[in-house]
């Protein structure tokens, strides 16, 4: 991941984001094989250019770091800077709401910030960001199916 330079940015975003998820699917022992190259690949993503997909890299770590214990490499300050980070890279972008709250208020149990989080999301309008309507369609409908199962993350 240190050799690619800024061209190879959302490449590899995109490398990292799928090894990840294909581990993720196969368990826990398959995850931790390949954490340390993906957050690797990640992190080296969002170095280059983290604006790729919206803050993506920075979405990508917040909900990694969140869904990982500290001595694995993740953390509440780090998911919650990284989350930060996304919003602050791409505010419209819905997406990144939803995953923060899935992950990150669901770990710490702060149903608060959970329903804030998606009360942003359901409130928002379709002209914030015309560029990704699409992806803020989706987020809404995953913001809501989320709100539906508080009762069972809470």
Do not use: I
Not at 33 to 61: H, I, N, Q, Y
Not at 65 to 84: E, I, K, N
Not at 100 to 114: K, N, S
């Amino acid at each position: 991941a240190s050799r690619v330079e800024a061209p190879g940015a959302e490449a590899l975003y995109w490398l990292s984001l799928a090894t990840w998820s294909s581990a993720q699917q196969k368990g826990v022992s398959a995850l931790l094989a390949v954490k340390d190259a993906a957050l690797a690949m990640m992190e080296r993503a969002a170095a280059l250019d983290e604006r790729v997909d919206f803050g993506g890299p920075e979405r990508a770590l917040g909900a990694w770091r969140a869904s990982l214990p500290a001595p694995a490499g993740g953390g509440v300050t780090a998911a919650r800077a990284h989350f930060d980070r996304a919003r602050a890279v791409s505010p419209g972008y819905q997406l990144t709401r939803v995953r923060e709250a899935e992950t990150l208020c669901v770990l710490l149990q702060d149903r608060a910030r959970f329903e804030a989080l998606l009360g942003e999301v359901l409130a928002a309008g379709e002209g914030a960001l015309p560029e990704a309507a699409p992806e803020n369609r989706l987020a809404k409908r995953l913001a809501g199916a989320l709100k539906a199962r508080a009762g069972r993350l809470f």
